[in-house]
């Protein structure tokens, strides 16, 4: 039995934007294998069960429709490890606008 999820709650669903015979001529051969999909989270707009077509409404006020894939989604994405090159820019910014001592940059 599918669980239902109620009208108005937080959801993801995702929608074939390309199946792999649609996808551009000069995209790899490894991603001409597989559809081309848009993910997006919105509010239900009625009663449904994860895998049914449903509508959302997005935060903007957009309607769309796809295949509904979660109830209440986590973000769970990074932004990955610390480059070694961008961790003292912050600080040498700070030179650069507040001198060494942190009062006052150049052109004052």
Same mark, same amino acid.
Do not use: W
């Given at each position: 039995?599918?669980?239902?999820? +109620?009208?108005?709650?937080? $959801?993801?669903?995702? =929608?074939? &934007?390309?199946?792999? +015979? /649609?996808?551009?001529? =000069?995209?790899?051969?490894?991603? +001409? +294998?597989?559809?081309? &999909?848009?993910?997006?989270r919105g509010m239900l707009t009625?009663?449904?069960? #994860? *895998? /049914?077509?449903?509508?959302?409404?997005?935060? %903007?006020?957009?309607?769309?429709? *796809?295949?509904? &894939?979660?109830?209440?989604?986590?973000?769970?994405?990074?932004? *990955?490890?610390?480059?070694?090159?961008? $961790?003292?820019?912050?600080? /040498? %910014?700070? /030179? #650069?606008?507040?001198?060494?001592? *942190?009062?006052e940059g150049p052109g004052t």
């Amino acid at each position: 039995m599918k669980r239902s999820v +109620k009208k108005g709650a937080l $959801v993801e669903i995702e =929608q074939v &934007i390309l199946t792999p +015979k /649609e996808r551009a001529p =000069q995209v790899p051969s490894d991603t +001409k +294998k597989v559809p081309l &999909i848009m993910r997006a989270r919105g509010m239900l707009t009625g009663d449904a069960a #994860i *895998g /049914e077509e449903v509508t959302v409404e997005t935060t %903007t006020g957009r309607l769309l429709t *796809g295949r509904l &894939i979660e109830e209440n989604p986590a973000y769970d994405h990074g932004f *990955g490890p610390p480059i070694p090159e961008l $961790v003292p820019i912050g600080r /040498e %910014t700070r /030179e #650069i606008l507040f001198g060494a001592d *942190g009062k006052e940059g150049p052109g004052t």
